[in-house]
């Protein structure tokens, strides 16, 4: 079957250091991969995507990787702040480009000052 | 300020009832959609229309009846739900064109609790 995980666990880090975030997935070829950050009460906020044919991509403190042999994305936040804490999910295509998203469970993240 | 604007926030109703959830988009995209986010769990794709027409019914049960009337509204007609229905109902829209990537503009969502 098809899955997207994420560690349910939360990932407690220090501020200034940086956390790592897993998203692995299974029985999907996906053309693209979106991570989102949700804070509790609200709506997903899109962060950043990378297509299939790219390793990396950055925005500011964000990096995000992308192994399609490895079936996995890492999502990294650099110096980190306690402003960061909130879930971080990623997310897939279904089906090539068609916008129908699919969604890991989420990882929450602490950064404490 | 998504874009897109999710009514109400908060409902409350019974298990005979009958109401609606609505959403409307100002960003002049052309896809909406409709998620469920239960505790602990990943959000679940319900509904997916592109330019009015529904594109998508992921398994979801008749009690729940979406419209679309335009690209830039979209409703959950929500009937004799279970206390298992309750849950954050998340709106979405994006720009679906000839390789777009289907990025997703989310609302602030309705919390509904069934009873």
């Known amino acids: 079957s098809q899955k997207i995980e994420q560690n349910s666990e939360a990932l407690n880090i220090q501020e200034g250091k940086t956390a790592t975030l897993t998203c692995n997935y299974t029985n999907y070829s996906p053309a693209y991969l979106q991570w989102y950050r949700q804070d509790p009460g609200r709506g997903p906020v899109f962060l950043l995507l990378?297509?299939?044919?790219?390793k990396e991509k950055r925005k500011e403190r964000l990096k995000v990787t992308f192994d399609t042999t490895l079936k996995q994305s890492l999502f990294h936040i650099t110096a980190s702040q306690p402003a960061d804490s909130a879930t971080y999910l990623c997310a897939l295509d279904r089906s090539g480009n068609t916008g129908k998203l699919i969604f890991g469970q989420g990882t929450t993240l602490q950064v404490k000052p | 300020e998504t874009g897109v604007t999710q009514t109400p926030r908060h409902l409350v109703m019974g298990m005979t009832n009958k109401k609606s959830l609505k959403c409307e988009q100002h960003l002049g995209h052309n896809a909406m959609y409709w998620y469920k986010q239960s505790a602990k769990k990943p959000l679940e794709l319900m509904f997916v229309?592109?330019?009015?027409?529904?594109?998508e019914n992921n398994s979801v049960p008749s009690r729940f009846s979406p419209e679309c009337p335009n690209s830039s509204h979209l409703f959950l007609h929500l009937h004799t739900l279970q206390p298992e229905d309750s849950a954050l109902y998340l709106c979405?829209?994006?720009?679906?064109?000839?390789?777009?990537?289907?990025?997703?503009?989310f609302g602030e969502g309705s919390r509904l609790t069934v009873l």
């Open positions: 990378i297509r299939e044919n790219e």
């Open positions: 229309y592109n330019f009015k027409e529904q594109t």
């Open positions: 979405a829209s994006s720009l679906l064109t000839s390789g777009d990537t289907g990025e997703l503009f």
